[in-house]
C-alpha cells in the first residue's frame, strides 16, 4: 500500500528526474570534500593582480603564480585532479623499493580489470610504465619509427586514386617535414588519426613520421545533433589505405578527441576501423587519455548501450584495440603518470617481436627501472585506485555533468562555444566572440585569457597564437583555422559556484568586447612551442 511518505518519495524522485537547470537542482554531488585548500589571495585584489599579469607574467598564464589564483584554475585538466581519499591513503602504504615495487602488480592487475582481461599481460610483457604520456609516445614512436626505417620502400609518388582533398592535406604534411632538412628528404610512413594529440603529433613527426588527421565531416559542424564529433571519416580512410596502404603502419585513434573540443568517438566508429584495419593486417592504437569519459558519452549517447555498465562499455571498446597509450593525468586521475600498453594479441608485436624488449631497454636508458618507470611507488598507488575510480558511473555522471553545466551556462549567456560540450573541457569561438569588433591584431585569444587572469581565472588560447606560425615577416594561421581559448575544467576540484563565477566574467567581457584592446608580442613570436614562452603586452 502507497501511503503518504510514499508520496514524498516520488515527489524527490521526480525532482531527480527533471532537475531544475544549474544551480537549484536537487541532486547532489556523489562526494563530499575531504580536505579543502584556502586560498593565498582574494577575488578583490584586482590592482595586485594587474600588476602581476602585466609586470611578472608578460600576459602569459603559463607564467602567472598559480596560488594567486582566487578563482578557476581552468589551464589544463592534466594532473590537476583533486585526488580521493582512497588514493591518499593508498599513497602512504606506496612501496618505495627499487624493483618490483608492490605497486607495479596491483597495477597490472587493475589494467587488466579496468581494460579488459587481455590486457592483463600475465608471462606476456605488455604494460610499460611512464612518468607521463608524452614520455611513452616518444619511446613508442621513435622504437616504431627504427623498426620502420629498415623496410623503408620510400621514394614512391602518391597513388593516383587518392582523394583530392586526402592528398593536398597529405602533400601539405610531407612539404613541412621535409623542409626539416631542407627539402633533402622525404618522410614515408603515415600515422592517421581523427586528430592527433599536439604532443602525440610532436612525437610523430620528430621521429620522421607523417602524422594525418581524417576527421569526420561532422567535426566541423558547431551542431548539437551530432553526439559522436569526435568519429574518424572511415570514407577516408578506406581511401588511404585502399592506396597507400603499404605506407600506413599503424592506425591511431584519439578518445575522446581532445584537439577537437573533447569530443566523443562512437563505439560504432571504434568497430569500424578495428575492422577497416584488421582486414588489411594493420595494428590499430588508442590515444586512451579520456576513456573513461569516452564510455560514458557511449551509455548516454549511442543506441544499444545505455543498459550497460561503464566498466563493460570500456572492455568493449578496448577489444577491438592491439595496444594504447594513456596519460595517467587524465583519467587515471593521479597527478602524474603514463603508459603504454601492448594487448596480448597485439599485431604490432607479431609484426615486430622485437618491440617489447626495445621499450623496456629505452625504458631503462630514461626512465628508471621498468618496474616503476620514472615513477615513485606511491604515485603507483595513487593511479591504481584511479583507475578504479574512474569508471564509477556516479562520478563520470558529475564529472561530465559539471562540464556541461558550465557550457551551458556559458551558451545561455550567448558565448559563442563548441557544441555539444565535451567531456572535459568548454571550448570558446574566439572568431565568433569577437565578430564584428575592430580587426585590430590576430591574438584577441590572448586578450581575453589576461583580462581573465585580472578577473580571477585562468584559461588556455589554443588558437592562431597556440597553433600558429611566424615566419619573420608574416603570421601564418593554423591550417584548418582554429581559434580557441579553452576552459579545461579539473577533476573534483571546483563546484558549480566557481566555475559559475568564471562564466560571470566571460560574460562581462563579452558584453565588453568591443573594448578589449589587442595586444603586442614582445617576445618570442618565431619560437617553437611559442605559447608556453612568449611575453606580451596590451595596446592601450
Ligand atoms: C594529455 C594528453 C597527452 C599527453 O599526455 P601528458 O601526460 O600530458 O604527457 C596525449 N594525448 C592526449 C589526447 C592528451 O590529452
Redesign the pocket.
Known amino acids: 500500500m502507497k501511503d503518504l511518505i510514499d508520496d514524498f518519495i516520488e515527489l524527490f524522485r521526480s525532482n531527480l528526474l527533471n532537475p531544475p537547470e544549474a544551480g537549484t537542482y536537487f541532486r547532489p554531488r556523489p562526494y563530499r570534500n575531504a580536505a579543502v585548500r584556502l586560498r593565498n589571495c582574494s577575488i578583490q585584489d584586482f590592482k595586485t593582480r594587474r600588476k602581476m599579469v602585466e609586470e611578472d607574467a608578460c600576459l602569459n598564464p603559463f607564467m602567472f603564480r598559480a596560488d594567486m589564483i582566487p578563482g578557476c584554475d581552468l589551464l589544463s585538466d ?1 594532473g590537476t585532479t583533486t585526488m580521493t581519499m582512497d588514493q591518499w591513503a593508498a599513497m602512504l602504504l606506496g612501496d618505495e623499493a627499487y624493483g618490483s615495487n608492490q605497486g607495479y602488480f596491483e597495477l597490472r592487475d587493475q589494467i587488466g580489470d579496468t581494460f579488459g582481461p587481455e590486457w592483463e599481460g600475465g608471462k606476456h610483457k605488455n604494460l610499460f610504465i611512464f612518468h ?4 611513452g ?1 616518444n619511446a613508442f614512436f621513435s622504437i616504431l619509427s627504427r623498426n620502420l626505417q629498415k623496410s623503408e620502400s620510400g621514394g614512391k609518388a602518391l597513388c593516383d586514386d587518392l582523394n583530392p582533398g586526402l592528398r593536398e592535406r597529405l602533400e601539405a604534411r610531407i612539404r613541412s617535414l621535409s623542409a626539416r632538412t631542407g627539402g633533402s628528404r622525404e618522410p614515408y610512413y603515415i600515422i592517421p588519426s581523427n586528430s592527433h ?1 599536439d ?2 603529433e610532436g612525437n610523430i613527426e620528430n621521429n620522421w613520421l607523417i602524422p594525418l588527421n581524417l576527421p569526420c565531416k561532422e567535426h566541423k559542424e558547431n551542431d548539437q545533433r551530432y553526439p559522436f564529433r569526435g568519429n574518424m571519416d572511415l570514407d577516408e580512410l578506406r581511401n588511404l589505405l585502399d592506396c597507400e596502404q603499404h605506407r600506413v603502419p599503424l592506425v591511431y585513434l ?1 578518445i575522446t578527441n ?1 584537439t577537437g573540443g573533447g569530443q566523443p568517438v562512437s563505439m560504432e566508429n571504434i568497430r569500424n576501423i578495428h575492422r577497416i584495419a584488421g582486414e588489411r593486417n594493420i595494428p590499430f592504437f588508442l ?1 586512451a ?2 576513456f573513461a569519459e569516452n564510455a560514458w558519452f557511449i551509455k548516454n549517447n549511442e543506441d544499444g548501450y545505455q543498459n550497460k555498465e561503464i566498466r563493460e562499455i570500456v572492455h568493449r571498446m578496448f577489444d577491438q584495440a592491439d595496444g594504447f597509450h594513456i ?1 595517467l ?2 583519467d587515471g586521475l593521479a597527478n602524474i603518470g ?1 603508459a603504454v600498453v601492448l594487448s596480448s594479441h597485439s599485431l604490432l608485436t607479431r609484426k615486430f617481436p622485437d618491440f617489447p624488449g626495445q621499450l623496456t631497454d629505452y625504458q631503462i636508458m630514461t626512465e628508471g627501472h621498468p618496474t616503476y618507470g620514472g615513477l615513485a611507488g606511491r604515485d603507483l598507488k595513487a593511479i591504481v585506485e584511479g583507475l578504479r575510480t574512474v569508471v564509477r558511473p556516479e562520478y563520470l555522471s558529475a564529472r561530465i555533468g559539471q562540464v556541461g553545466r558550465f557550457g551551458r551556462k556559458l551558451a545561455g549567456d550567448g558565448i559563442p562555444i563548441i557544441r555539444p560540450v565535451g567531456g572535459h573541457a568548454v571550448y570558446i569561438d574566439v572568431d565568433k566572440f569577437f565578430d564584428g569588433t575592430a580587426e585590430d591584431g590576430d591574438f584577441k585569444g590572448i586578450s581575453l585569457t589576461a583580462l581573465m587572469l585580472i578577473a580571477g581565472h585562468r584559461l588556455c588560447e589554443l588558437g592562431l597564437y597556440a597553433f600558429g606560425k611566424y615566419d619573420g615577416e608574416k603570421e601564418i594561421p593554423p591550417d584548418p583555422r582554429m581559434n580557441y581559448v579553452r576552459a579545461a575544467v579539473p577533476r573534483l576540484a571546483y563546484e558549480d559556484q566557481d566555475l559559475f563565477s568564471a562564466a560571470e566574467a566571460i560574460s562581462l567581457l563579452y558584453s565588453n568586447r568591443d573594448k578589449i584592446p589587442p595586444v603586442n608580442v614582445d617576445y618570442g613570436r618565431e619560437l617553437n612551442l611559442r605559447h608556453f614562452k612568449s611575453k606580451y603586452s596590451f595596446k592601450i
Not at 607521463?132 to 614520455?135: D, L, P
Open positions: 592534466s607521463q604520456g608524452r614520455a609516445e594529440f604532443t602525440t584519439t581532445n590515444d587519455c579520456r596519460s593525468k587524465k603514463g
